[in-house]
């Protein structure tokens, strides 16, 4: 299968690395994964802030983008930005009475995928280990994304993935469906809020007994990560508490391990980048 990778704005400038995963992962499988150029934002952001006329032309330059590639599907490592393509980018159109747009924003958006969603119900993985060859011999707790579980409608499909890890220690995180504090704009608009969401989060996660904290949304990952790191959050064995995309776990392999003693950006062998 020819499937095309749509990046996001957050694993493009500050998670690469979750992009290399997915890659990675669906090569593993035997597909050919491609790159359509010009992509960029989804327009979630504008659209969330109230910019909706500026959203206009950044869902237009997505929907040509990925109009112009030859695939069969296309996969996003972000369950916001998937969600955001089926459910904001053809409002958006039609709200300028661009009903082209919208209908092409819509089939676009109907053929793509979050990770997990593409993993378990299209290419039928239902065993990491097993069918990936994944290993990740480390305490990991897991926490779900608010549109994941809202909008998506994902479930425990990426969970279920992460459990299935060979030698995995998975622990339970306790009130897993409670925000993290993110929220995209949010967390700009009202951090005393956000980051006493946070603090919740960080409690239950230190709860776990999880060295790792897991999820299928960098942006997520990135405001709790950062919250650990300024407030010293340790694991029971004295280190820190590390966040890292589901991607990155299920890509791990007893080959080619993900050391999270260190700057995980690192860890990725030098000839896995190309």
């Known amino acids: 299968m020819r499937i095309a990778l749509f990046a996001t704005c957050i694993v493009d400038a500050m998670h690469p690395r ?15 994964v491609v790159f359509p150029p010009g992509q960029g ?9 109230g910019y909706l006329d500026d959203a206009v032309p950044v869902v237009r330059n997505h929907v040509r983008a990925f109009q112009r590639a030859e695939y069969d599907v296309a996969v996003a490592p972000s369950a916001s930005c998937v969600a955001s ?26 053929r793509t995928y979050e990770l997990s969603q593409l993993l378990t119900d299209v290419l039928g993985v239902t065993d990491a280990a097993a069918q990936l060859d994944s290993w990740f011999p480390h ?22 993935l992460v ?11 306790p009130d897993a469906e409670e925000c993290c504090g993110f929220g995209g704009t949010f967390s700009l608009k009202n951090p005393d809020v956000s980051g006493a969401m ?14 790792v904290c897991t999820g299928g949304d960098a942006s997520c990952l990135l405001h709790l990560g950062g919250a650990m790191s300024r407030r010293g ?25 993900l050391d999270v003693s260190g700057p995980v950006e690192l860890s990725i062998p030098k000839e896995a980048v190309r």
């Open 18 to 32: 979750v992009a290399l995963a997915t890659v990675r992962v669906l090569e593993r499988l035997g597909h050919e």
């Open 41 to 49: 934002c989804c327009g979630q952001m504008h659209i969330n802030s």
């Open 85 to 110: 393509l089926g459910h904001q980018q053809p409002m958006v159109a039609r709200r300028v009475g661009d009903e082209g747009l919208a209908r092409d924003a819509a089939e676009v958006a109907g």
């Open 139 to 160: 305490a990991v707790t897991y926490h779900p994304s608010c549109h994941g579980m809202r909008l998506l409608r994902l479930g425990d499909r990426q969970k279920d």
């Open 163 to 173: 459990r299935t890890v060979a030698d995995i220690d998975f622990r339970e995180l």
């Open 198 to 211: 946070a603090e919740e989060k960080i409690a239950n996660v230190e709860r776990s007994g999880a060295s």
């Open 233 to 257: 959050t340790t694991a029971p064995d004295g280190g820190p508490v590390t966040t890292l995309h589901f991607a990155e776990i299920l890509a791990a392999t007893r080959e080619h391990p």
